[in-house]
């Protein structure tokens, strides 16, 4: 995996024990649909963990658990039926479309946004992000973490360029101005924590309108 697109291999390994934060999980699961190499990755992890628990010792279950279990069992009522998509984008990847979205919200030239409303992680959500070609985003840092996955199109920063299936992971340190390099739109999905911070005298007069 090359490093600088790909999510850290500790984000990777909560992603794979569950502990990851509700929205970056999101993300994280976006990233893994476009990139089967980093899923078979993780799904290695998985299977790791799971012959650990094949070989810790058991615990003596509280009084009626099987009962109870078998009672649960026992409701249900027969037929799976795959979950029907929850919005009108067929063309993101499968785990994004049980996720309700918002109406497209403009918040700068060539630039829309739309919330996903998948679980929040007190001020974390899930965006995302539509920017025109040859448009770019003004020069900001973070208020906290924000990862970004690119769905279709493609972005390039001071250092990388990120197309599809590419995920960039930033925090407070990062100081960026992504600039949209595809002939189409660039669409990603973000996990936002906070509001992102612009930059200089000018970033400061118009913070108070910018709004993700």
């Known amino acids: 995996m090359n ?11 909560a992603y794979a024990a569950g502990t ?9 699961a976006a990233h893994l649909a476009l990139r089967p190499a980093n899923d078979a990755w993780v799904r290695r992890l998985q299977s790791v963990g799971g012959e ?10 509280s009084d009626g658990a099987l009962s109870r279990a078998m009672a649960r069992i026992e409701t249900d009522a027969g037929e799976v039926r795959a979950q029907a998509p929850l919005n009108e984008m067929p063309e993101l990847p499968a785990p994004l479309r049980r996720y309700a979205l918002g109406p497209w919200r403009w918040i700068g030239p060539g630039m829309r946004v739309r919330d996903v409303h ?7 959500r899930v965006i995302l992000l539509k920017i025109d070609p040859g448009r770019e985003t003004p020069r900001h840092t973070h208020g906290g973490v924000e990862l970004t996955c690119v769905l279709s199109g493609a972005y390039a920063t001071e250092t990388e360029r990120f197309e599809v299936g590419d995920l960039e ?15 189409e739109p660039c669409l990603c999905l973000v996990a936002l924590d906070g509001q992102i911070q612009l930059d200089g005298w000018l970033g400061r007069v118009m913070q108070p309108f910018v709004r993700l």
């Open 118 to 124: 998948a679980p929040r992680d007190g001020d974390c």
């Open 169 to 183: 992971e930033a925090d407070e340190d990062v100081l960026h101005r992504p600039r949209v390099v595809s002939d």
């Open 20 to 28: 990851l934060s509700p929205p970056e999980a999101v993300v994280v």
């Open 52 to 61: 650990f628990l094949e070989t810790t010792i058991p615990q003596t279950l």
């Open 3 to 13: 490093p600088a697109r790909n999510p850290s291999e500790e984000r990777l390994l």
